[in-house]
């Protein structure tokens, strides 16, 4: 009874300490929804500037504990259950040739953003993000690299800064494509598989894929979704490639331990989350779960960028200069680049 009475205890004052923080990146998430409804914009963005706006309240005792639950726990979370809205045969439906076009894409893209940090002089954590959020799913995947990034050493940018540079950036251009894309593919008179492989391939957020895709035709929409979701399960295996490519310097010398715990230790948790929700969903075992998981989903990630922008100010984000934003603009325009060279290969519609 008296472990029990501990327990409880310590869990009442966990909550008492992280509420005050998580209630506020509650009203920012649901201040951002309410107004990216309005006005038909994006909700992560407006999260991000929202939480950025209320930076002052982020180093405040009272709710210094509840940010930082959100914009690292929650926020994990949240890119893991992404892997609820992957199945296998629909990445295995769009045949190996583009299954080798979006293959290229990516590792082109994401070595792009490393050679243009270093050109730009920019950290090279910053080429990583800029190039992983390209390649893959924008903001969501600029979060979830950011993760397994180490900490900034003195005299660096921190790594939470690079991570809502690239998020907004990545947002406002993902915002620009869905306007712009489709009047490329008509003006190209890309087929609808043509038409559905360069928006799918190239756009970074999911919302603006779908949209962009289904403004052509129900057929270039099909298929730049099913695109969007190649690139979205990639997600794993990217941010699996940047953990082990950070970790593995600092274990020179020691000896190989064990190959789970060696796993354990390079894997983050929310990586075998996503891998297990994709491969549940494969099996047909989330059918009723699919759409509560993608909401739970959403939410995470609404309150986790809201955390993240509330470590953040405006100073720190402009004193991050036109550097990042050219290298945001680049890779954007090598991914569309490939993607759009692959799609008039497919001929016209």
Same mark, same amino acid.
């Given at each position: 009874m008296l472990a029990r009475a501990a327990f409880f205890d310590a869990q009442g004052q966990a909550l008492r300490r992280v509420w005050p923080g998580w209630a506020t990146c509650v009203l920012i998430a649901l201040a951002a929804s309410f107004v990216a409804a309005l006005h038909q914009g994006p909700p992560m963005l407006y999260a991000l500037l929202f939480g950025t706006a209320l930076h002052c309240q982020s180093p405040e005792d009272r709710t210094a504990a509840g940010v930082e639950f959100c914009s690292r726990t929650?926020?994990?979370?949240? @890119?893991? %259950?992404?892997?609820?809205?992957?199945?296998?045969?629909? &990445?295995?439906?769009?045949?190996?040739?583009?299954?080798? &076009?979006? %293959?290229?894409?990516?590792?082109?893209? %994401?070595?792009?953003?490393?050679?243009?940090?270093k050109a730009l002089r920019l950290p090279w954590m910053l080429g990583v993000l800029a190039g992983g959020a390209t390649a893959i799913c924008g903001a969501s995947a600029a979060l979830a690299i950011a993760a397994v990034l180490p900490r900034a050493r003195d005299g660096e940018t921190p790594t939470e800064q690079h991570g809502l540079v690239v998020a907004v950036m990545a947002t406002l251009l993902s915002t620009a494509a869905m306007v712009a894309y489709p009047l490329i593919a008509r003006q190209l008179h890309l087929s609808a598989a043509g038409a559905g492989l360069f928006i799918?391939?190239?756009?970074?957020?999911?919302?603006?894929?779908?949209?962009?895709?289904?403004?052509?035709?129900?057929?270039?929409?099909?298929?730049?979704?099913?695109?969007? %979701?190649?690139? &979205?399960?990639?997600? +794993?295996?990217?941010?699996?490639? +940047?953990? #082990?490519?950070?970790?593995?310097?600092?274990?020179?010398?020691?000896?190989?331990p064990a190959?789970?715990?060696?796993?354990?230790?390079?894997?983050?948790?929310?990586?075998?989350?996503? &891998?297990?929700?994709?491969? #549940?969903?494969?099996?047909?075992?989330?059918?009723?779960?699919?759409?509560? #998981?993608? @909401?739970?989903?959403?939410?995470?990630?609404?309150?986790?960028?809201?955390?993240?922008?509330?470590?953040?100010?405006?100073?720190?984000?402009?004193?991050?200069?036109?550097?990042p934003v050219l290298l945001m603009l680049a890779t954007s325009a090598w991914l569309a680049g490939v993607s759009l060279a692959a799609a008039c290969g497919l001929g016209p519609r």
């Amino acid at each position: 009874m008296l472990a029990r009475a501990a327990f409880f205890d310590a869990q009442g004052q966990a909550l008492r300490r992280v509420w005050p923080g998580w209630a506020t990146c509650v009203l920012i998430a649901l201040a951002a929804s309410f107004v990216a409804a309005l006005h038909q914009g994006p909700p992560m963005l407006y999260a991000l500037l929202f939480g950025t706006a209320l930076h002052c309240q982020s180093p405040e005792d009272r709710t210094a504990a509840g940010v930082e639950f959100c914009s690292r726990t929650l926020l994990r979370l949240g @890119v893991g %259950l992404l892997g609820a809205r992957i199945t296998w045969e629909q &990445v295995a439906g769009l045949g190996w040739p583009t299954v080798l &076009v979006v %293959l290229g894409a990516v590792a082109s893209t %994401l070595a792009c953003g490393w050679w243009l940090a270093k050109a730009l002089r920019l950290p090279w954590m910053l080429g990583v993000l800029a190039g992983g959020a390209t390649a893959i799913c924008g903001a969501s995947a600029a979060l979830a690299i950011a993760a397994v990034l180490p900490r900034a050493r003195d005299g660096e940018t921190p790594t939470e800064q690079h991570g809502l540079v690239v998020a907004v950036m990545a947002t406002l251009l993902s915002t620009a494509a869905m306007v712009a894309y489709p009047l490329i593919a008509r003006q190209l008179h890309l087929s609808a598989a043509g038409a559905g492989l360069f928006i799918g391939g190239s756009i970074h957020d999911v919302a603006q894929v779908i949209v962009a895709g289904y403004a052509i035709s129900p057929a270039a929409g099909d298929t730049a979704s099913l695109v969007k %979701l190649l690139r &979205v399960s990639l997600l +794993v295996v990217v941010v699996l490639g +940047v953990s #082990l490519a950070c970790r593995a310097p600092g274990q020179a010398g020691q000896q190989p331990p064990a190959l789970m715990l060696r796993l354990r230790g390079l894997v983050p948790g929310f990586l075998w989350l996503f &891998v297990a929700l994709a491969a #549940l969903n494969s099996l047909g075992c989330l059918h009723l779960l699919q759409e509560p #998981l993608n @909401v739970a989903s959403r939410a995470c990630l609404m309150l986790g960028v809201a955390g993240l922008g509330m470590k953040t100010s405006f100073l720190r984000l402009a004193s991050a200069g036109w550097r990042p934003v050219l290298l945001m603009l680049a890779t954007s325009a090598w991914l569309a680049g490939v993607s759009l060279a692959a799609a008039c290969g497919l001929g016209p519609r």
